[in-house]
């Protein structure tokens, strides 16, 4: 049974421009209805597709398709103009089930299911457009026609090897978000006050613990963070240099994740990626080739102060944070197997990484809000990605975890 559907209290906002980025390089995956649907619009006729493989086999998933991809990675109906051949010429409802929705995404929680936008469109990120409530309509109905599911799913665990039941990992998601979005203190202060929530969590012997009195010790913990985070903006010590490595090969990972980052798999590929993993374990010197995506630049640049003049420059990355502590989508999309206090800190580990990102893309030159939004869609694109969304990408966290490192990688790359 589909569970109730509802809105952000956040006024997100999109409406599509046109832009094209969600054509590029994204994994179109197919259900039967949409494969049958694209089989009947006969594209085989068209001069331009008689020799053009329209779908391939989802290495994902043996049972199906997805979209085929040209050489340069963009959708195979994607136009001159930027826009989807399938809906210039069959309207929206005829294009795939993930076309005609992204990028809006459903959320299950327990009692509800939440509908998000996915910042990886630049006019998402951007909150450019109508109210996402105003899509509610047109979504419930995909639901009805079961074209999306809204299905409850089971909850994520607590902490490494301890389950508690949905109504307590709720408690502890709306704890954490209210320490993401209050409002009394700039974004990189949350952050802190977050992570040391969810130090003090797993420190905390839990186990010996009921629902009820772990609820009580979240709330108690939410009030101290703001008092116990002081230390960390008093004397800003930089990161460890292992605690940079791993933040790099993060930033690196996600870098690939822009629209407009091509790579082909072959020989010279995998030589490239091992100079690249010997630079970012260096640190030193130039920093990696990106097809042109960003201007060349140094490892030493990227750790000078920024000298951003507009506050309006942070607010994407900021509303990025926000709304995913709002929606909980960190934690309950496409991140199987991770704790509550593992998404957390992988949440948090984004901002650095964001900065540094903001560093590259802008390197000579003063950051602007284009330059964020860039970032943003790269950050986005990183959850559910694999490299970084499973066991490996959970150890790294955990390590740069110890010893509050997390916390100084937060703060330092603010500056």
């Known amino acids: 049974m589909s569970l109730p559907i509802i809105s952000l209290k956040s006024d997100e906002r999109w409406d599509c421009h046109q832009c094209g980025v969600c054509c590029h390089g994204s994994i179109v995956p197919l259900n039967l209805e949409d494969a049958e649907r694209l089989k009947s619009q006969q594209w085989a006729n068209e001069p331009e597709f008689k020799h053009t493989r329209l779908t391939v086999r989802d290495d994902a998933a043996e049972s199906s398709l997805r979209l085929a991809h040209r050489e340069d990675g963009t959708c195979v109906f994607l136009n001159e103009d930027g826009r989807c051949r399938i809906h210039s010429k069959f309207g929206e409802e005829a294009k795939p089930t993930v076309c005609q929705t992204f990028p809006l995404q459903l959320i299950p929680h327990e009692k509800h299911a939440v509908l998000t936008i996915r910042r990886a469109c630049p006019s998402a990120a951007a909150d450019l457009g109508a109210t996402v409530a105003t899509r509610l309509p047109n979504v419930k109905k995909l639901v009805r026609d079961g074209h999306l599911k809204a299905n409850a799913a089971p909850p994520p665990v607590f902490k490494t090897g301890e389950s508690?039941?949905?109504?307590?990992?709720?408690?502890?998601?709306?704890?954490?978000?209210?320490?993401?979005?209050?409002?009394?203190?700039p974004p990189v202060r949350r952050l802190v006050h977050a992570l040391q929530f969810a130090s003090h969590l797993e420190a905390?012997?839990?186990?010996?613990?009921?629902?009820?009195?772990?609820?009580?010790?979240?709330?108690?913990?939410?009030?101290?963070?703001?008092e116990e985070s002081k230390p960390f903006f008093a004397e800003r010590r930089p990161p460890k240099t292992y605690s940079k490595i791993l933040l790099r090969r993060t930033a690196?990972?996600?870098?690939?994740?822009?629209?407009?980052?091509?790579?082909?798999?072959?020989?010279?590929?995998?030589?490239?990626?091992?100079?690249?993993?010997?630079?970012?374990?260096?640190?030193?010197?130039?920093?990696p080739a990106f097809n042109n995506v960003f201007p060349e630049s140094s490892f030493e640049a990227?750790?000078?102060?920024?000298?951003?003049k507009s506050a309006e420059v942070y607010e994407p990355l900021t509303r990025f944070i926000e709304t995913n502590s709002e929606s909980h989508l960190y934690a309950l999309a496409n991140r199987g197997g991770w704790s509550v206090i593992d998404s957390l800190?992988?949440?948090?580990?984004?901002?650095?990484?964001?900065?540094?990102?903001l560093r590259?893309?802008?390197?000579?030159?003063?950051?602007?809000?284009?330059?964020m939004l860039k970032v943003v869609v790269m950050l986005d694109r990183s959850q559910g990605y694999g490299p970084l969304s499973g066991f490996a990408q959970r150890q790294l966290i955990s390590t740069i975890s110890?010893?509050?490192?997390?916390?100084r990688l937060v703060v330092w790359y603010i500056r």
């Open 360 to 371: 590259l893309q802008s390197y000579g030159r003063e950051p602007t809000v284009d330059d």
């Open 302 to 308: 990227l750790e000078e102060p920024m000298g951003i």
């Open 204 to 226: 905390a012997k839990t186990r010996r613990l009921d629902d009820k009195q772990i609820t009580e010790l979240a709330r108690t913990l939410r009030e101290l963070e703001p």
């Open 252 to 287: 690196v990972v996600c870098g690939r994740l822009h629209p407009e980052f091509r790579q082909r798999a072959s020989w010279k590929t995998r030589v490239e990626l091992a100079q690249i993993a010997w630079k970012l374990v260096r640190g030193k010197g130039s920093t």
């Open 345 to 357: 800190r992988g949440l948090a580990l984004l901002f650095p990484v964001g900065m540094w990102l």
């Open 164 to 185: 508690r039941p949905w109504q307590t990992i709720q408690m502890l998601l709306d704890e954490s978000g209210q320490l993401l979005r209050d409002q009394r203190f």
């Open 402 to 407: 110890l010893k509050q490192e997390l916390e």
